[in-house]
């Protein structure tokens, strides 16, 4: 009598899965999660896309996000479509994209642009006929000492430049919140001691833009360690 071959089990198809998780999922442990697709979405949510083999498989994502600390959302299972497809492209590149530029370095880079632009501004104005008899007159009717001026614009440069190494260094949350208030404090003192001339307003308009930027990239900054 000839033997019944004995069946070879099949691999199960692999299903597709949404999982939905509260806060931005940071760069450094995209690696995490391989093989899915990393959607970061305007409502501060994270979506992991991708196929799943099995719930043993499933269980193991779940596990690394409770590792991470970060709140489930929801997990869905979804039709694996070309809708989707093209949804988990669009997310690819989406995250890549973001890679490419950490917050911090973002910041710290806008704060280099914006402290070469004071340091310009002053160097053109040692060129200004009179602008020592003019420094006298705003001293005077600021109510405070040249020498006492001279200590400000020095305090303000080197925080400009202290925040070029803070951006950088700084955890996640007092960072945003240093950068948000010394980026104000900043345009104040930039338009507070304005000068009529073209190239200050220019260099102060760029410099203004460029602490926008900074306050408004710190106060939208979200973070899995927030």
């Given at each position: 009598?000839?033997?019944?071959?004995?069946?070879?089990?099949?691999?199960?198809?692999p299903?597709l899965?949404?999982?939905?998780?509260?806060?931005?999922?940071?760069?450094?442990?995209?690696?995490q999660?391989?093989?899915?697709?990393?959607?970061?979405?305007?409502?501060?949510?994270?979506?992991?896309?991708?196929?799943?083999?099995?719930?043993?498989?499933?269980?193991?994502?779940?596990?690394?996000?409770?590792?991470?600390?970060?709140?489930?959302?929801?997990?869905?299972?979804?039709?694996?479509?070309?809708?989707?497809?093209?949804?988990?492209?669009?997310?690819?590149?989406?995250?890549?994209?973001?890679?490419?530029?950490?917050?911090?370095?973002?910041?710290?880079?806008?704060?280099?642009?914006?402290?070469?632009?004071?340091?310009?501004?002053?160097?053109?104005?040692?060129?200004?006929?009179?602008?020592?008899?003019?420094?006298?007159k705003?001293?005077?009717?600021?109510?405070?000492?040249?020498?006492?001026?001279?200590?400000?614009?020095?305090?303000?440069?080197n925080?400009?430049?202290?925040?070029?190494?803070l951006?950088?260094?700084?955890?996640?949350?007092?960072?945003?919140?240093?950068?948000?208030i010394?980026g104000?404090?900043?345009?104040?003192?930039?338009?507070?001691?304005?000068?009529?001339?073209?190239?200050?307003?220019?260099?102060?308009?760029?410099?203004?833009?460029?602490?926008?930027?900074?306050?408004?990239?710190?106060?939208?900054?979200?973070?899995?360690?927030?």
């Amino acid at each position: 009598m000839s033997e019944t071959p004995t069946p070879i089990k099949a691999h199960p198809e692999p299903e597709l899965y949404e999982i939905r998780v509260r806060g931005h999922l940071d760069v450094r442990w995209a690696n995490q999660f391989e093989g899915l697709t990393i959607t970061l979405e305007e409502n501060g949510d994270t979506l992991l896309t991708g196929p799943v083999i099995d719930q043993a498989a499933l269980h193991g994502l779940l596990k690394k996000v409770r590792d991470l600390g970060m709140p489930l959302v929801s997990v869905n299972q979804v039709q694996f479509d070309e809708t989707n497809q093209d949804h988990s492209k669009q997310g690819e590149t989406k995250m890549n994209s973001i890679k490419k530029i950490d917050t911090k370095v973002l910041l710290s880079t806008l704060w280099i642009v914006v402290m070469i632009n004071m340091l310009k501004a002053d160097i053109l104005s040692l060129f200004i006929p009179g602008v020592t008899d003019e420094l006298a007159k705003f001293s005077a009717s600021a109510g405070a000492s040249i020498p006492q001026l001279m200590l400000i614009g020095a305090v303000m440069g080197n925080l400009a430049i202290a925040m070029i190494i803070l951006s950088r260094v700084l955890k996640y949350g007092i960072n945003r919140w240093v950068n948000i208030i010394v980026g104000i404090f900043t345009i104040a003192y930039i338009w507070g001691g304005a000068a009529s001339y073209p190239h200050y307003i220019f260099i102060a308009t760029v410099e203004t833009l460029c602490l926008l930027l900074i306050i408004g990239f710190a106060w939208t900054w979200r973070n899995v360690e927030a």
